[in-house]
């Protein structure tokens, strides 16, 4: 990374601009922008021509970014901590803060292991039901499938398997009913004593209803 860094003569440090930083760190110039924006990270200084210029800490800043990111914490959430924590007046209620925080996002992250695990357990049973379709003893269309007779060696057909075979789609293969005329059903439903309707003036009283 060195041959990324300028000196400062200022100070000694190593300094980078922010193309310079974007490369060392894998990001975007756009997404170090937005980091400043939110407060997440700020320049060490500007250079003479108005550029911004970062040490090393802006590096570990944006490792620290992605460890967050990879636990499920947003950008927002981010700044909140930074945020909680610059503002604590003592360390003890800003390390309460942090604790809550990271228990919260310990269980969420449970959770989403959880719900991890059943999705395995469901591809896995589908996976062993596909499995004997390999060497299918019945192969035809895939109407066939829907009711295969094969020992596939479960008891219920999986529910990732389950649900192909009750797909919207197989809707277009259902028997069509016979069309109907609206006036046949109209004629078969006239009560007794219709008729009398059509007499003369029954047309007036119609109208005037």
């Known amino acids: 990374m060195d041959h990324l860094l300028q000196s400062s ?27 400043e924006q939110l407060g997440l990270l700020r320049p060490a200084t500007r250079s003479s021509g108005g550029f911004r210029l970062y040490d090393s800490s802006a ?10 990111h990879g636990l ?22 800003a ?5 809550e925080l990271f228990t919260r996002k310990l269980d969420e992250t449970r959770e989403a292991i959880r719900r991890h695990q059943d999705l395995e357990h469901e591809l896995e049973d589908g996976l062993r039901y596909l499995e004997t379709c390999q060497s299918c003893a019945a192969p035809g269309s895939v109407e066939v499938c ?3 007779p094969q020992d596939h060696g479960v008891v219920a057909v ?10 919207p789609g197989s809707a277009r293969r259902t028997f069509r009913p016979e069309i109907v005329r609206v006036e046949d059903m109209l004629s078969t439903r006239t009560p007794r004593g219709a008729e009398r309707s059509s007499a003369p003036g029954s047309k007036r009283k119609e109208q005037d209803r």
């Open 158 to 167: 999986p529910g990732l398997v389950e649900g192909i075979h009750t797909a």
């Open 95 to 99: 390390m309460a803060g942090l604790r």
């Open 9 to 35: 003569q200022a100070s000694g440090r190593y300094l980078m601009r922010v193309g310079d930083l974007a490369r060392a760190t894998g990001k975007t110039v756009r997404a170090i922008h937005l980091y």
């Open 59 to 68: 590096v570990e800043r944006i490792r620290w970014i992605d460890s967050l």
């Open 72 to 93: 499920g914490f947003s950008l927002h959430e981010m700044r909140d901590v930074l945020r909680r924590w610059w503002t604590s007046e003592q360390g003890p209620v």
């Open 146 to 148: 829907v009711s295969c």
